[in-house]
């Protein structure tokens, strides 16, 4: 049993990306989904895809990660903030911005998983995920 589904998603990716991997493949649930689509929004990764696996039970989250024109990484680092352990939470004035604008902050709101900057515009905070930048 996987006690943090979000950091082994994250760790997933920073791994595939540190090898320069052109996809990489995870256990898929909502949340991860959820994720997927705010990173996609943000310019982070390509695309995603669900997919069935015959090898796995259960369906797959594929992420396709995304490089620049000469291959250096669109995702320089990518950091768990809040853990089962210890929960943290932001109100919209609390939510700072990530590498002076350059990152971004994934929160868990009552709007669904929504970036800092659409956090912002929305006027919501929630519980925050991870830092990407």
Same mark, same amino acid.
């Given at each position: +049993? +996987? ?14 990306? +540190? *090898?320069?991997?052109? &996809?990489?493949? +995870?256990?898929? &649930? %909502?949340? /991860?989904?959820? !994720?997927?689509?705010?990173? @996609?929004?943000?310019?982070? *990764? ?6 069935? &696996?015959?090898? $796995? ?10 490089? =620049? ?6 995702? @320089? /680092?990518? $950091?768990? *903030?809040? /853990?089962?352990?210890?929960? /943290? ?6 939510? %700072?911005?990530?590498? &002076?604008?350059? =990152?971004?902050?994934? !929160? ?11 956090? @912002?515009? @929305? ?11």
């Amino acid at each position: +049993m +996987m006690t943090d589904p979000i950091a082994d998603m994250l760790c997933r990716i920073r791994n595939a990306v +540190m *090898i320069e991997r052109l &996809s990489v493949d +995870m256990p898929h &649930s %909502k949340l /991860k989904e959820a !994720l997927a689509a705010a990173l @996609q929004r943000e310019g982070f *990764i390509w695309d995603f895809e669900v997919v069935e &696996s015959p090898e $796995t039970v259960g369906k797959v989250l594929r992420v396709n990660l995304k490089y =620049g024109p000469n291959g250096e990484r669109v995702i @320089q /680092k990518i $950091t768990r *903030i809040s /853990k089962p352990g210890l929960r /943290k939470f932001n109100g919209v004035d609390q939510i %700072k911005p990530v590498l &002076s604008g350059l =990152g971004v902050t994934i !929160l868990t709101t009552s709007k669904g998983v929504l970036s800092s900057r659409e956090a @912002q515009t @929305q006027n919501v905070g929630g519980e925050v995920l991870c830092e990407v930048w």
